[in-house]
């Protein structure tokens, strides 16, 4: 098992759990995911989850040290330009319970995907988190682009989207990225207490309340339209000689040889 699960009350702490691999994900782990929230979102006895990640990262984003990791990326870039919400299915996009992203150490591509769809972020000093997508070649997928572009100030979410670049904890939170931040040994009790006070909330009203956030300040036609083309230009890239190269440079320790094609 990749991600581990525990139970408190009405809250559930889902921990990414492949330290050694920075918590980076990989098939099993995506499909663990999924599977836990389909599972939480049906379960009427949790109220809200916490998100984070084992040792030194809350995720690194895909695996991409993997002999198979670019033609599976491929594969699943394909499926995606049917379902807009396919390159964003390894987070809670398919609930109205709140998710709180306890962002413990390095958060990029994928892993920054991923805490983008949660909805509150609370990061520990020494965290970083943004995207590295074009150092590897590839579009910033999963709803970066997206959600990025709506969470913080335009200009700096092109900055970071097109520098591939990551920010620390107190920029993240002075730009709105982050809603708090924690001391390293502050961050799961932090996580917890903002948990138990949604929980002793009205479950209904709470669930209404993020639903009508989302369906209103997101404007979800759209946001819609952006996660399908986002979807298909990212399937576009992944067919691309240059993606190849930037995901086989990072597996071999290299610099990538990009060539625009």
């Known amino acids: 098992m990749t991600l581990r699960i525990e139970r408190e009350g009405k809250i559930a702490v889902a921990t990414l759990?492949?330290?050694?691999?920075?918590?980076?994900?990989s098939?099993?782990?995506?499909?663990?995911?999924?599977?836990?929230?389909?599972?939480?979102?049906?379960?009427?006895?949790?109220?809200?989850?916490?998100?984070?990640?084992?040792?030194?990262?809350?995720c690194a984003g895909r695996d991409l040290v993997r002999d198979s990791a670019h033609d599976?990326?491929?594969?699943?870039?394909r499926r995606s330009t049917d379902d807009a919400a396919g390159l964003g299915s390894w987070g809670p996009t398919s609930t109205n319970k709140p998710v709180i992203a306890a962002i413990n150490g390095w958060c990029l591509a994928g892993g920054f995907a991923l805490a983008l769809s949660c909805?509150?972020?609370?990061?520990?000093?020494g965290a970083r988190i943004g995207s590295m997508a074009p150092k590897r070649g590839l579009l910033p997928g999963g709803g970066q682009v997206q959600r990025l572009a709506?969470?913080?100030?335009?200009g700096v979410a092109?900055?970071?989207?097109?520098?591939?670049?990551?920010?620390?904890?107190?920029?993240a939170w002075r730009i709105g990225l982050a809603n708090a931040v924690t001391s390293a040994e502050e961050l799961l009790p932090?996580?917890?207490?903002w948990a138990e006070?949604?929980?002793?909330?009205?479950?209904?009203?709470?669930?209404?309340?993020?639903?009508?956030?989302?369906?209103?300040?997101?404007?979800?036609?759209?946001?819609?339209?952006?996660?399908?083309?986002e979807s298909r230009l990212y399937s576009e890239i992944m067919e691309t000689a240059d993606a190849r190269e930037g995901t086989t440079a990072f597996a071999e320790k290299r610099e990538a040889q990009f060539t625009g094609r």
Do not use: C
Not at 158 to 171: P, T
Not at 206 to 226: I, T
């Open 72 to 77: 599976d990326e491929r594969a699943r870039a």
């Open 27 to 58: 098939p099993e782990m995506g499909r663990e995911l999924d599977t836990f929230w389909r599972e939480f979102d049906a379960d009427d006895d949790l109220h809200v989850a916490i998100l984070t990640g084992a040792g030194r990262a809350f």
């Open 197 to 229: 006070e949604i929980a002793s909330n009205a479950p209904l009203a709470v669930r209404a309340a993020k639903q009508a956030a989302y369906e209103g300040a997101l404007a979800p036609s759209g946001f819609a339209d952006g996660m399908a083309l």
């Open 119 to 125: 909805d509150i972020r609370i990061m520990a000093e």
């Open 17 to 25: 759990d492949r330290p050694e691999r920075m918590n980076a994900i």
């Open 150 to 154: 709506r969470y913080v100030p335009f």
């Open 158 to 171: 092109l900055e970071i989207l097109l520098r591939a670049s990551h920010v620390d904890a107190q920029e």
């Open 190 to 193: 932090t996580a917890r207490a």
